[in-house]
């Protein structure tokens, strides 16, 4: 059993910055492929970034790429994702996810996911 806790959400202006954590429990954590994924209201849960056990793969959604960067410290069990030039449009509820069955490959599907943590509000104004 994983348990994931996200932090760092919070509101930012237009055009700033944030950084996400996700911290996880477990001795497994290392051996997990991880994803971010957010909510707006209103909306589908999507797909932000992924990052395989060693970090060698992180692929981004196609609305994030070039501003947000994931990363991992498996000697720290966590996860982050920077997130620069923020823009209104990138306001949800952010969740880190763990795929305990794969390492290296990347599946932007929620379904794919067996652990979640419990969100961080992430608000950008304008």
């Known amino acids: 059993q994983v348990q994931l806790v996200e932090s760092g959400g919070g509101l930012a202006q237009a055009g700033g910055s944030l950084r996400l954590s996700c911290a996880a429990s477990g001795r497994t954590f290392s051996m997990y492929a991880m994803g971010w994924f957010r909510q707006a209201p209103g909306k589908e849960r999507e797909f932000v970034a992924g990052i395989s056990w060693s970090g060698g793969n992180t692929p981004y959604a196609d609305a994030v790429k070039g501003r947000f960067t994931i990363s991992r410290d498996n000697a720290k069990n966590t996860v982050y994702l920077q997130m620069n030039s923020l823009k209104p449009e990138d306001t949800a509820v952010y969740y880190c996810?763990?795929?305990?069955?794969?390492?290296?490959?990347?599946?932007?599907?929620?379904?794919?996911?067996?652990?979640w943590g419990q969100g961080t509000q992430v608000t950008v104004s304008s």
């Open positions: 996810a763990a795929d305990r069955s794969r390492r290296n490959i990347i599946n932007s599907g929620s379904q794919w996911y067996d652990y």
